[in-house]
C-alpha cells in the first residue's frame, strides 16, 4: 500500500519567508509526527497529533512554527519568517501503534 | 532526562567482516525501542520493535538485541547494500515522540 507522502520534496526560499510544507499519513493511522533533521543531528521531535487529542507542541523550536492536521488526515507544516537556522531536512512519520513509518521528507534550504 | 547514544558513530567494514552496533538509552518505562535504517537523501525505514529485555528479532543479515540499558544491532556477513545509516530510537511513559540517537553510518566495502 501506499506509504506517508511529503510535498514538496525540496524548497529553497529566501530569510523572512512563510513555507508550508504537506505531509499525507497512511490510509487508516491516527497519529501523526513531525520531526527535523539537521545537518549532523539526531531526528528532533516537532509535534504530535493523536486521533482528535490536542495536539502535543512540546518540540517546537518556537512560535514561528505551527502545524495543524486537517479531517485527521492531511496534516501542513508552517515556518513563519524563515531563518537560516531552519534549513534542514522536515520528516513526517504516521503511527496505526507503537510503530512510526517516516515519509522521505521535505529538505528545506533558507537563503 | 530521556536520552539515547549510538556508537560508534561510522564504522567501515570490509564485505562478510560481521560486527554490532550499539545503542545505548536512559528512558522512564520503556514502551519500545526501534531500529531504523536511513539511506541518503531518504526517510528512515523501519527495521525492528523491541519491547523487552531479552528480546530478540531477525532480518535477512541483521540481529537486534534488548537489554535493560542498551541494544545491539548484529550485522553478519554484510554486503555493500547494507551501507546506510542506522538509527536507533526510544520511546518511554507518556510520551508520543521518539527520541532518537545521532546515528551510525556504516559503509561496507566489496
Known amino acids: 500500500g501506499a506509504g506517508v507522502s511529503q510535498s514538496p520534496s525540496n524548497k529553497v526560499t529566501e530569510k523572512g519567508k512563510d513555507v508550508e510544507l504537506r505531509c499525507d499519513p497512511i490510509s487508516g493511522h491516527t497519529a501523526l509526527y513531525w520531526y527535523r533533521q539537521s545537518l549532523g543531528q539526531g531526528l528532533e521531535f516537532l509535534i504530535y497529533?493523536?486521533?482528535?487529542?490536542?495536539?502535543?507542541k512540546s518540540g517546537l523550536p518556537s512560535d514561528r512554527f505551527s502545524a495543524e492536521r486537517t479531517g485527521g488526515s492531511v496534516s501542513t507544516l508552517t515556518i513563519q519568517r524563515t531563518q537560516q537556522e531552519d534549513s534542514a531536512v522536515y520528516l513526517c512519520?504516521?503511527?496505526?501503534?507503537?510503530?512510526?513509518?517516516f515519509g522521505p521528507g521535505t529538505r528545506l534550504l533558507v537563503l | 532526562e530521556d536520552q539515547v547514544t549510538q556508537s560508534p558513530e561510522a564504522l567501515r567494514l570490509q564485505e562478510g567482516e560481521s560486527s554490532s552496533l550499539n545503542c545505548s538509552y536512559t528512558v522512564s518505562g520503556l514502551r519500545g525501542l526501534f531500529w531504523y535504517r536511513q539511506d541518503p537523501g531518504k526517510g528512515p525505514e523501519f527495521l525492528f520493535t523491541?519491547?523487552?529485555a531479552g528480546e530478540e528479532k531477525e532480518k535477512e543479515r541483521l540481529k537486534a538485541t534488548l537489554t535493560k540499558k542498551e541494544s545491539f544491532l548484529h550485522i553478519t556477513a554484510p554486503k555493500p547494500e547494507d551501507s546506510a545509516t542506522y538509527l536507533c530510537a526510544v520511546r518511554g511513559g507518556s510520551q508520543g515522540n521518539l527520541i532518537f540517537g545521532k546515528g551510525t553510518k556504516l559503509s561496507v566495502k566489496p
Open positions: 512519520a504516521s503511527s496505526l501503534g507503537e510503530t512510526q513509518y
Open positions: 497529533f493523536q486521533g482528535n487529542s490536542a495536539p502535543d
Open positions: 523491541l519491547y523487552s
